[in-house]
């Protein structure tokens, strides 16, 4: 032969053996890729499966509260069939994709089985909508609906579980079969290109081997690790629009598509470790309130009965006509503890204001000795009964605050100081400190533990052993001067040490002594011949109120709620002053009668709510009515200068 036809030869043979070769991998390419085109759609067709399946069961769970919807109320009833209506929607068009998607083998007896089950699915819902639209659904017609449809459910439920299944187990099979698609190239390129090794290595090494095989054998490494669950492989994705480079797009978006999903399972397996640990700890939370409220009711049952018991032996001795000396002493006491009383409830109600945040602060400029000297007078003759020595610092600096909130709260340090001293003394003072003002209450008491000076400023904590205050009795003493130095942003500090004594001091800003705001009013507006209608269901507490007017000289018009307020307005006239109470007979407030006053009037009437609410929620209603109010019990003089305020106004 000659060596042209040799040469000719070698060069047909390992080219034809080339071309073969080409065609061959170009075979199992496309295979390759078809069966890695197929394992994502049956991905897809499985992610739709496991959606539509939370779609049951959110059906499921709607359809049993849509008894309970009904029974409630119809509006109710009927936003619930909407929501169940919007969801079984989505659950069709998810339905409609996963049985479209019946390519080449996908599961088709599992799908032929769903379309079976949810064909009836749409006619049990249309019964359920013509049942519960009658005007009157009947309790049994409802249970009966509601069962039909959460049978009907948990059929599609099992019939998406076993196409779920029966989609797994061919895309596994898909996974084998790119497996051993993806050998045939390898072992055919090896074979064939063993004959052609001599005179195209480098051709081959070049071409084949660096920009086909080993994106291949990358690529399948690549969905084998993704097929063992491994997910941490990242595919390089080529800007090429070869097959290769699409099939590795392909699987590139299906491990990122799983990793997000993954990753969204392990968000939402610790968001509800997170509510679990949130729930526990609110569960602990409650239960320690439940404790605290507990040990409330039972002190304040206790301390409401020391001077009511009181009271009651009192008022027996009066009632048998003492001496004129005996009579004095017991209508002090009487005093005594009627002021012990409205000392309880003003804690109280100091506590429910601050809860329900309508506890309004007035802040002006005032020189400190001003409350200063209020507490030295308080306090001394409690003092010198234990045979302590109250010394009060004089001071001549001025500050901004609140002078009624700043008093209550340096009357409740300086009690707790009081109660809880039993030798030494109690120091009072006011310095300089920087640009502020700090004022400090300092006792030789017992002093207060490290582990309990935090646990002391919560409600229902109390250090004392024997609170002479009735609010520090119940623990509520410290918890109010916390909320009052909060509300009027002054900081609070405690220093203590066992068996040496306590300080607590209170930092307020400096105030301009030329700039010392409004002074207080002390006269009154007589009020005689005055008409005052005086709203209130209550008969005792409306007959003490028209006589303390009537002691004033009022003319004084009683009713008992809305109705008898506008019977009394009608044929009375129009009255100078309305006092009503909040809460009226007949789910009724002091609101409404004061509106009907102003209607039949005809202009504003000077008004004010007198009430014993102390809940949040009807406080700041009250409060928001703008309209004063004034909590029961009310004293005689902060009722006469309430009415005389508001009759000088208008």
Known sequence: MRIRSKLLLAITVPVGLLVLQIALVTYFVRELQEAVTFIAETHKTIEDAFTANDLVSELRAEAKRLPQSFVADRATGDEGLGAFREIFDNLEQRIRSITAAATRETAQDSQIALERVFSGLPAE?????????????????????????????????????DLSRDLRVQLQAAVDREREIHNRPVIAGIAIGGLSVLMLLIFTWLVV?????????????????????????????????DEVDEMTRTVETFRVTAEERNRLLEERAEAAERLEMEVAERTAELETANQFK?????????????????????????RDGPAPDERRRLEEKISEAAASTNELFDALLDMSKLEAGV????????????????????????????????????????VRSDLILLERI??????????????????????????????????????????????????????????????????????IVDRLAQLLDHKLELVSTPAHGTRFSLSLSVADTRDPGPEPSTSFE??????????????????????????????????????????????????????????????????????????????KVPAFLVTAETGAERLRDAADSGFPILQKPVTPIALRALSSQLLKDA
């Open 359 to 398: 506890l309004e602060t007035n802040v002006s400029s005032f020189p400190i000795s001003t409350v200063l000297d209020r507490i030295e007078a308080t306090f001394a003759t409690a003092a010198a009964n234990k045979d302590l020595q109250l010394r009060v610092v004089p001071s001549g600096y001025w």
């Open 410 to 479: 340096l009357l409740n340090l300086v009690s707790n100081a009081i109660s809880a001293t039993s030798e030494g003394g109690v120091l009072v003072g006011c310095r300089l400190r920087g640009d502020s003002a700090r004022i400090d209450v300092c006792d030789t008491g017992p002093g207060i533990p490290s582990e309990m000076q935090e646990e002391i400023f919560k409600e229902f904590v109390s250090f004392a052993p024997a609170a002479q205050n009735r609010s520090e009795s119940l623990g509520l003493g410290l918890s």
């Open 526 to 603: 007589p009020l005689e011949g005055r008409r005052v209608l005086v709203v209130e269901n209550d008969a005792l507490v409306r007959d003490s109120m028209a006589g303390t007017f009537r002691s004033w000289g009022c003319d004084v018009t009683l009713a008992e709620g809305v109705y008898d307020t506008v019977e009394a307005v009608t044929i009375g006239g129009v009255p100078d002053l309305v006092v009503t109470d909040y809460r009226l007979d007949g789910g009724q407030t002091g609101l409404d009668a004061i509106a009907e006053v102003h209607r039949i009037a005809g202009q």
């Open 125 to 161: 819902l249309a019964r359920t909508e013509a049942a519960l639209s009658v005007d009157t659904v009947d309790m049994d017609t409802l249970l009966e609906r509601a069962i039909f449809l959460d049978a009907s459910l948990v059929n599609v439920a099992s019939a998406l579980t």
């Open 209 to 241: 081997d660096r920009n086909f095989v080993m994106r291949l054998t990358d690529l399948s490494k690549a969905m084998l690790s993704i097929a063992g669950g491994d997910l941490r492989t990242v595919l390089p994705v080529a800007k090429g629009g």
């Open 294 to 318: 507990t040990r409330f009711l039972a002190t304040a049952s206790h301390d409401l009965r020391q001077p009511l018991h009181a009271l009651n032996l009192f008022i027996g001795q009066l």
